[in-house]
């Protein structure tokens, strides 16, 4: 009997981490960001995306207890076996990717510690500075930065607004990006 009520409660979590990293990945593929806001539309402008939105996610479950809290370490564990999966796609090896792994792996921390101490500064010029650091590098200037980071911050708005039984009963609804140059 316990075996099939935690059975069925592994399904359930599983199903609501699964809708979860379901809406993360929809929100950082909109066409938006590659069609209007020239992000580059590589494996590498992706997982840009993808790591901007997790955390955006990670952000709004930070001080959450319980369930939340291990709501948002599912999801990192799934954006990193994600992450795995991608690169053995892409044709690395196994002996190349935990290589990989571990320097992408500090990306993303230095990513969501640099956007993160923007948004707790209410900095919008550094919070578009670490953006344009981040997803074009190789770019000079990246004027689409600065619609990138009035995205992140309706982002935090909007998610911040939706009730934590929401989000962690499987719903994070995250805002369109608006088209145009």
Request: glycine share 8%; hydrophobic share 45%; with cysteine.
């Given at each position: 009997?316990?075996?099939r009520?935690?059975?069925r409660?592994?399904?359930?979590?599983?199903?609501?981490?699964?809708?979860?990293?379901?809406q993360i990945?929809?929100?950082?593929?909109?066409?938006?960001?590659?069609?209007?806001w020239?992000?580059?539309d590589?494996?590498l402008?992706?997982?840009?995306?993808?790591s901007?939105h997790?955390?955006?996610f990670?952000?709004?479950?930070?001080?959450e207890?319980?369930?939340?809290?291990?709501?948002?370490q599912?999801?990192?564990d799934?954006f990193?076996?994600?992450?795995?999966?991608?690169?053995?796609?892409l044709?690395?090896g196994?002996?190349?990717?935990?290589?990989?792994?571990?320097?992408?792996?500090k990306?993303?921390?230095?990513?969501?510690a640099?956007?993160?101490?923007?948004?707790?500064r209410?900095?919008?010029?550094?919070?578009?500075?670490?953006?344009?650091r981040?997803?074009?590098?190789d770019?000079g200037?990246?004027?689409?930065?600065?619609?990138?980071?009035?995205?992140?911050?309706?982002a935090?708005?909007?998610?911040?607004?939706?009730?934590s039984?929401?989000?962690?009963?499987g719903?994070a609804?995250?805002?369109?990006?608006?088209?145009?140059?």
């Open positions: 009997m316990f075996q009520l935690f059975g409660e592994r399904h359930a979590n599983r199903a609501i981490t699964d809708a979860l990293y379901a990945v929809a929100a950082a593929r909109q066409t938006v960001f590659y069609s209007h020239n992000v580059p590589t494996p402008g992706r997982f840009e995306m993808i901007l997790m955390f955006l990670q952000h709004r479950l930070r001080g207890g319980g369930g939340a809290q291990e709501i948002a599912v999801l990192i799934e990193f076996l994600d992450v795995d999966h991608s690169l053995r796609e044709g690395i196994d002996v190349g990717v935990p290589k990989r792994m571990k320097k992408l792996a990306m993303f921390y230095g990513r969501t640099a956007y993160d101490d923007a948004l707790e209410n900095d919008r010029d550094g919070l578009t500075a670490a953006l344009a981040n997803v074009r590098p770019a200037t990246w004027p689409e930065a600065s619609q990138l980071a009035d995205y992140v911050a309706d935090c708005r909007q998610l911040a607004a939706q009730p039984e929401s989000i962690v009963s719903t609804v995250f805002p369109l990006a608006k088209g145009g140059a």
